[in-house]
């Protein structure tokens, strides 16, 4: 007896409406009909224009700041299972709260785990997301979840620069493993920036573990937040005697100055993809972001979900 298929309806949070709207062109079918209203406080409230009753409902939604979004997700999961929906899963490109994932220091949140907790809490049975900020965060979910690799889609765009020397580099110790990964693609060499922070988001010292002399470098990170880390290994590496150096980073938050860090470094470019929206009014600062789309990819995704189809297979390159 054949497999029987649910209906797939999608639905967008209205931080991620772009991508959800290319998703669902990739797809293959327009996006579900939802009201996110506010009321004169600020206060969501979702509500679905159709019935998702029986229904496999994807729910697309970052969960960068503002927190409004990932209240906004969490009253759309919950709305989708008052409404009867049979299966929901939060498609969560860039996963917020993930830099929290231990206990670092004393009297600390593991934030990871607690917006884990909310999200199950909340009524979603999957979670699928990208990149997330170290692997074993998946560990904190109860239910399911879809890690998806942004190999898949920086790889291509990089062989197809033709590169004649180069080199991968982690900006710090924590992403080596990351780096060395991304590396095995192109059989080159890993290059380490060792970072020691005062702070969050504010820098010490670096100094380079490998030679980068004469090589094209490609910096490899999953967030770039202020751009600080990024620019300063940039500017390291080419003091060292590098030709040229990229950035690779999946989620681009971009907060504070990070436009104008980024247009004013060393950088050659920066290539992000749109798990986040690049920010309006300031994206007109740097002209070094290149933006890969991962519509295809999380349409991939979807399809095999509500098809039980294999999720790995999406990643051969």
Do not use: W
């Not at 299972?81 to 830099?99: D, E, L, M």
Request: proline share 3%; hydrophobic share 40%; with cysteine.
């Amino acid at each position: 007896m054949p497999l029987q298929f649910n209906t797939v309806k999608l639905f967008a949070g209205s931080g991620s409406r772009e991508l959800a709207e290319k998703i669902s062109k990739s797809y293959g079918k327009p996006l579900g009909d939802i009201t996110l209203s506010e009321f004169s406080d600020g206060e969501i409230q979702p509500f679905y224009n159709e019935s998702v009753r029986g229904s496999d409902v994807f729910i697309v939604q970052s969960t960068n700041q503002p927190n409004d979004n990932l209240v906004e997700l969490l009253l759309m999961i919950d709305a989708a299972k008052r409404a009867s929906a049979h299966y929901i899963t939060a498609v969560v490109p860039y996963f917020g709260y993930a830099r929290q994932d231990r206990k670092d220091k004393p009297r600390v949140a593991i934030g990871a785990k607690l917006m884990a907790n909310l999200v199950t809490a909340a009524g979603a049975h999957r979670i699928m997301t990208m990149d997330l900020h170290a692997a074993q965060i998946q560990g904190f979910f109860d239910i399911p979840v879809d890690h998806l690799d942004g190999a898949i889609i920086f790889v291509p765009y990089i062989k197809s620069l033709n590169l004649p020397n180069l080199t991968i580099a982690s900006p710090d110790m924590g992403g080596s493993y990351r780096a060395r990964t991304f590396a095995k693609y192109f059989n080159a060499e890993v290059i380490i920036c060792d970072k020691r922070r005062k702070r969050a988001n504010e820098i010490e010292s670096m100094s380079i573990i490998g030679d980068v002399t004469g090589q094209d470098v490609v910096l490899i990170d999953d967030i770039c937040d202020t751009a600080g880390t990024l620019s300063k290994a940039a500017a390291l590496i080419m003091e060292n005697g590098a030709k040229s150096v990229r950035a690779v980073c999946t989620h681009a938050v971009l907060s504070g100055k990070a436009y104008e860090t980024i247009q004013n470094s060393v950088l050659t470019e920066m290539i992000v993809t749109d798990t986040i929206q690049l920010h309006p009014d300031k994206k007109h600062l740097c002209d070094k972001i290149q933006v890969l789309s991962t519509d295809k990819l999380f349409a991939g995704a979807i399809r095999n979900v509500n098809e039980h189809g294999s999720i790995s297979g999406l990643f051969d390159i």
